[in-house]
């Protein structure tokens, strides 16, 4: 994963390599999203993986909710 390929620039005071966890934070959920409204995820599954991914990109603050 690029962030140059994607035309992608970090920018405010996080340098590139959180930058770049955050962004594959993000596409996680964006796809386990896209799998809740598919509905092939239950509602406590998304929840469930949401959770741990959110620990394990030390993520503290729900801003999909």
Do not use: P
């Not at 690029?2 to 796809?31: P, W």
């Amino acid at each position: 994963f690029s962030m140059e390929q994607n035309n992608m620039k970090c920018t405010g005071n996080i340098g590139a390599k959180q930058c770049g966890r955050l962004m594959r934070y993000s596409m996680q959920l964006i796809m386990l999203q896209k799998l809740l409204r598919y509905k092939l995820l239950s509602e406590s599954e998304y929840i469930a993986v949401k959770e741990r991914l959110m620990k394990d990109y030390g993520i503290v603050s729900d801003f999909t909710a």
